[in-house]
């Protein structure tokens, strides 16, 4: 089953790369030589990265509950909507849709494909003000993704963040 995550993920995969690096995930990457990102990535930085990420999964989850408004407005049920999307993203998958659930399910896909430009620009605009470029910010997530020491450094880090009450 879809869930929104993965809905966000099907409708804005641009966007939500930058924001949606759950340590579970990660954790299922192999950790060999050959996957290491070289990155040097300092407790500052890595401290840095932490409040930008807050910000960014913050973004996301207004983004979502747009997405979910704009599926319900359309006249679907979320759990529809995902069944009708998975059977369009997976050809093993197949689901019995009317001509007006598959009209209803264009319409979304329309208007959530609407959405991406301005949302990859909130999220850029979020990044770049909290002191880090797209770029450097794709290199940090991508070595979280894959060095298992930084993910524990980062989920430390998370974890003081949040017994402060710190954002950002």
């Known amino acids: 089953m879809i869930t929104l995550k993965n809905i966000s993920k099907l409708a804005l995969a641009g966007i939500l790369a930058f924001g949606s690096i759950a340590t579970s995930n ?5 950790n060999t030589s ?8 300092s407790t500052d930085e890595l401290t840095k ?24 407005d359309e006249g679907l049920e ?20 009317s001509d007006e659930e598959l009209k209803k399910h264009a319409a979304v896909i329309g ?3 609407k959405m991406q430009p301005e949302l ?8 770049e003000e909290n002191g880090l470029t797209l770029d450097r910010y794709k290199a ?10 930084l993910q524990q450094k980062f989920q430390g880090i998370m974890m003081k963040r949040q017994k402060s009450g710190q954002q950002g």
């Open 26 to 30: 990660a954790q299922q990457i192999p």
């Open 34 to 41: 050959a996957n290491q990102v070289k990155t040097d990535i």
């Open 49 to 72: 990265f932490a409040g930008v990420f807050e910000k960014v999964q913050a973004e996301n989850q207004t983004a979502q509950q747009k997405m979910m408004g704009i599926i319900k």
């Open 78 to 97: 979320l759990q529809r909507f995902n069944e009708i999307q998975e059977a369009k993203m997976n050809p093993q998958a197949s689901v019995e849709a």
């Open 111 to 113: 208007e959530l494909e």
């Open 120 to 127: 990859e620009a909130k999220m850029e605009t979020i990044i």
């Open 140 to 149: 940090v997530a991508m070595a979280l993704q894959q060095d298992k020491s």
